[in-house]
């Protein structure tokens, strides 16, 4: 159901949203990503804002990330609003339209409810010939190469000389000869920029060190990574580690479709999710290079997060799920060492001006590596040591397929409030009680800012339950902590996992009921 009906809504609600939002004389930048349909849909959305006298930037010969456009539009005064059409990391048969403000992040819950209602009630739409329009200067056209360098050249490699980040990762590369560097944009947006940046880089170190893999972006469907650019260990992202492990030296980056999600692949072949990069790269930067700033994380992030934080004395924004909290956040002036959440939308500090960026969780990872001279997994080691303690985590999602359990999920949630509301204690919760039944573990603690979290062992494991924001479908995580002398239990992990699955298959009402 994503075809061009919606997108005419759509683009006409961003539309008049624009003509009442932005400034005089602001224009809408709009970009996209591989999929099949989305030449068409960019031209129609240009075509209709056009039409109702905005201003149209468009990259119109190739697709190019999020973090470009972001870049490009705070950058840029005369742009009031960024479209990317792009369903990120999703299925080639899913769509997507992306609205931003003027500074290019993710838009808050106030704007888009505005943009839903005026396209909801809109009952036609205003369209101007896409050709002519261009004729009369109302859509300018640059080009994928343009924004690219400005991001390149006029962004990222900047700020990399500026914090003394180019310099390790060049003299680590002299200094090893034999490593190589495996990219992977999984045949989305990122593959010009990757090539782009890290030629730059090469050319400072004076060999090319670095494969490209999974880059052809001529393919809508995406079939060198399993129909969807994904950077995550368990689909897709298997050709990075299988190729990380061919041959010793050997360090993996991947990105999403539309590079706001990163990947990490260490030289072990393991692969290194949010749950770990935001924690490690905040004790890096402060610890390692000297930086400041607060610790932002979502309530799904692992509480590594929380005990790096308190080691450190940062402090710590801890958030409902959505990048979008942050960039409220910072665009208000707060300043993160690190900030995102489990899902791999992270921004990393110097490089916030593109909030949840793929390549600069990436660059910073491999600075990382450069300066410490380390592995992922040996700098985990590290800091587990500092904090003594060792984190896990198991994130899921609940019966994808029944069509009660976003609602099942709901019932709970509100069943935990009203009993706290009743003044009852943590441990007595009906939810609790019933996961104590399951799994000998006693909630001493609990956190209702997005779903219910609970809290067990004196806030050594916990349990978070959430209803998804994006499916049908209830979103359940435990972490569990243990002493650094003392090997991870992963079999008490799994077993508190089922536990609570195992709960809310008995609270929840089956298909049907």
Do not use: C
């Not at 997507?96 to 992040?105: C, E």
């Not at 060999?207 to 969807?228: L, M, T, Y």
């Amino acid at each position: 159901d994503f075809d061009l009906f919606l997108i005419h809504k759509l683009a006409e609600g961003t539309a008049l949203y624009g003509k009442e939002s932005y400034h005089p004389g602001q224009a809408t930048l709009i970009g996209r990503d591989t999929r099949r349909m989305n030449p068409e849909f960019q031209r129609e959305t240009a075509a209709i804002h056009a039409g109702n006298g905005i201003q149209v930037i468009v990259v119109e010969d190739e697709p190019v990330p999020t973090p470009v456009l972001a870049f490009y539009a705070s950058h840029h005064n005369e742009i009031g609003g960024v479209i990317n059409l792009t369903a990120s990391h999703s299925p080639y048969t899913d769509g997507g339209f992306k609205f931003s403000p003027s500074h290019g992040g993710a838009a808050d819950e106030q704007v888009t409810n505005r943009i839903q209602e005026i396209a909801n009630a809109a009952t036609n739409y205003h369209i101007v010939n896409y050709e002519e329009a261009k004729r009369q200067g109302l859509i300018k056209a640059i080009t994928a190469k343009e924004a690219v360098d400005q991001y390149v050249y006029g962004y990222v490699m900047p700020i990399l000389r500026e914090i003394g980040a180019l310099g390790d990762i060049v003299n680590y590369i002299k200094s090893h000869p034999d490593f190589e560097l495996i990219l992977d944009p999984m045949q989305g947006t990122g593959v010009r920029v990757m090539q782009t940046l890290y030629l730059a880089i090469a050319k400072e170190a004076g060999r090319e060190f670095f494969i490209v893999i999974n880059g052809n972006n001529k393919d809508p469907e995406f079939k060198d990574v399993n129909g969807a650019p994904q950077p995550d260990k368990s689909t897709s992202n298997g050709k990075l580690i299988q190729k990380v492990r061919e041959k010793k030296g050997r360090f993996g980056l991947s990105v999403d479709g539309d590079v706001d999600r990163f990947g990490t692949v260490d030289f072990t072949g393991e692969f290194f999710g949010a749950n770990d990069l935001i924690a490690l790269l905040a004790f890096f930067l402060k610890k390692d290079v000297g930086l400041d700033g607060a610790i932002g994380k979502t309530v799904a992030t692992s509480d590594f997060v929380n005990a790096v934080s308190g080691y450190l004395g940062s402090d710590l924004d801890e958030e409902k799920v959505g990048f979008k909290w942050f960039v409220a956040k910072i665009t208000n002036g707060r300043k993160y060492l690190v900030a995102g959440e489990e899902s791999a939308h992270v921004g990393v500090g110097p490089f916030m001006k593109t909030f949840d960026d793929g390549f600069a969780v990436g660059l910073t990872a491999l600075w990382m590596v450069a300066k410490s001279g380390m592995g992922l997994a040996q700098y985990k080691e590290k800091v587990e040591a500092a904090i003594k303690k060792r984190f896990v985590a198991k994130p899921g999602t609940i019966r994808r397929e029944d069509i009660n359990a976003k609602q099942g999920t709901i019932n709970i949630v509100r069943e935990v409030n009203a009993e706290l509301s009743q003044g009852k204690q943590v441990a007595e919760l009906t939810f609790a009680k019933k996961i104590e039944a399951k799994t000998g573990l006693k909630a001493d603690n609990v956190l209702t800012k997005d779903g219910v979290k609970l809290f067990f062992e004196g806030g050594n494991a916990s349990v978070l339950l959430r209803p998804s924001g994006t499916e049908p479908a209830g979103k359940l995580y435990t972490f569990m902590a243990f002493p650094y002398e003392a090997k991870p239990d992963l079999e008490k992990l799994n077993r508190l996992y089922a536990g609570v699955q195992d709960t809310t298959g008995e609270i929840m009402p089956r298909m049907g009921e």
